[in-house]
């Protein structure tokens, strides 16, 4: 009897000891604490990313291998484009990314940006305007003969449903569809930091970035859980007879509810945007307690807002003059808060619930102006 439990108990050791081994050597999978659009594994000598496809359930968008500059490439690998590591050259198509990567401190690695003029980091305005970051045109259409003198490592851009966005990319130049803008949390949306510190070799500091997210978001997410007052929320305005209201899934709906907000559109499941009229808006938010704008005039006020579309008086945030106003041309919201939704949190708390924002000055927000 003794020999027989001898012997299972060395056939339970060294199974334990050949699964410890094929964990080890052979991969490990990296869990994200919020991010559900993208997957790490990581391999002796490589890393496995798969971007998750926001438009189709269980199906992968992409899928990516990272090796170290100067390694041998294994003899086995999945498919996929081959990235190097760390990035020395990217065509950035959004400011929010290239601020991902300033902020990894390898802003030097962005040699070509795609809507140059949507840019407002100081380095890459400049270096677009001497020539030393090549402007590729638009992300639309960008320049296929500007990209390939730029010859970059990789690009670097959002993908949007059955948009061709990646026909005008030549060849053989490795593409990161980043599709943190269809997370669900901001958290997540904010969790892709991890994805820039594996291309640049900064997984520590990506994480400890994200950490610091985390801790502030929760903190002041916090604040507002025994709130009893959630005033009603409408967002964005018509345009072109067409009024793009957030999903009720997304991550900025997410980001009313924990301000303390209660979003027109809570109920309606789906991460993207929502196009609507005016009468299906009107219908559904005329109650409104707070309505917030976002665009690129300057000089928006009710008097454009009124002229924009007759109906727009008559919505309550209106009326009341609770209409609060972001230029996205003069602020930095934008490149702001995909990744740091701390920023954006706090500002909203301090419109929905004026009396918890213990001397916060608004950054992003003003109210609207009458004239």
């Known amino acids: 009897m003794r020999y027989f439990f001898t012997c299972c108990l060395c056939i339970i050791v060294l199974l334990a000891s050949c699964n410890s081994t094929n964990t080890n050597n052979n991969k490990a999978v990296q869990d994200n604490l919020h991010?559900?659009?993208?997957?790490?594994?990581?391999?002796n000598g490589y890393t496995v990313v798969e971007i998750s496809n926001p438009w189709k359930s269980n199906a992968i968008l992409q899928r990516f291998t990272l090796v170290p500059s100067g390694a041998t490439?294994?003899?086995s690998l999945p498919d996929g484009a081959v990235i190097r590591t760390p990035v020395k050259s990217a065509l950035v198509y959004s400011a929010v990314h290239a601020n991902a990567i300033k902020e990894l401190g390898h802003?030097?690695?962005?040699?070509?940006?795609?809507?140059?003029?949507?840019?407002?980091?100081p380095e890459i305005t400049s270096g677009v305007a001497d020539g030393t970051i090549i402007n590729a045109g638009s992300s639309m259409a960008p320049v296929a003969e500007r990209i390939i003198a730029l010859s970059p490592d990789i690009v670097l851009l959002s993908p949007y449903q059955n948009s061709g966005?990646?026909?005008?990319?030549?060849k053989g130049i490795p593409i990161v569809e980043c599709a943190d803008y269809m997370e669900s949390s901001p958290l997540g949306r904010a969790e892709w930091i991890k994805l820039f510190g594996l291309l640049f070799n900064e997984e520590q500091k990506a994480d400890s970035i994200y950490s610091h997210v985390v801790d502030k978001y929760t903190s002041m997410k916090k604040l507002i859980e025994s709130e009893p007052n959630r005033p009603k929320i409408l967002s964005e305005n018509i345009i072109n007879?067409?009024?793009?209201?957030?999903?009720?899934?997304?991550?900025?709906?997410?980001?009313?509810?924990?301000?303390?907000?209660s979003y027109a559109w809570s109920d309606v499941n789906t991460t993207g945007s929502i196009p609507l009229d005016m009468a299906q808006v009107l219908s559904k938010a005329h109650d409104a307690d707070v309505w917030l704008i976002k665009s690129f005039d300057p000089e928006f006020s009710y008097?454009?807002?009124?002229?924009?579309h007759a109906l727009n008086e008559k919505f309550k945030a209106f009326t009341s003059r609770n209409v609060y106003y972001c230029d996205t041309e003069r602020t930095t919201l934008f490149q702001d808060f995909p990744f740091h939704p701390e920023f954006l949190l706090q500002e909203y708390i301090a419109i929905f619930h004026p009396h918890l924002a213990d001397g916060y000055t608004l950054k992003y927000f003003k109210p609207l102006a009458d004239e």
Do not use: R
């Open 107 to 121: 802003l030097s690695s962005v040699t070509g940006v795609c809507d140059a003029q949507y840019f407002t980091i």
């Open 73 to 75: 490439l294994p003899d």
């Open 35 to 43: 991010a559900k659009g993208f997957s790490v594994t990581h391999h």
């Open 303 to 308: 008097s454009k807002l009124k002229a924009q």
């Open 241 to 261: 007879g067409t009024w793009y209201v957030p999903g009720g899934n997304s991550y900025m709906a997410q980001m009313f509810a924990d301000a303390g907000g």
């Open 165 to 170: 966005y990646a026909e005008h990319i030549p």
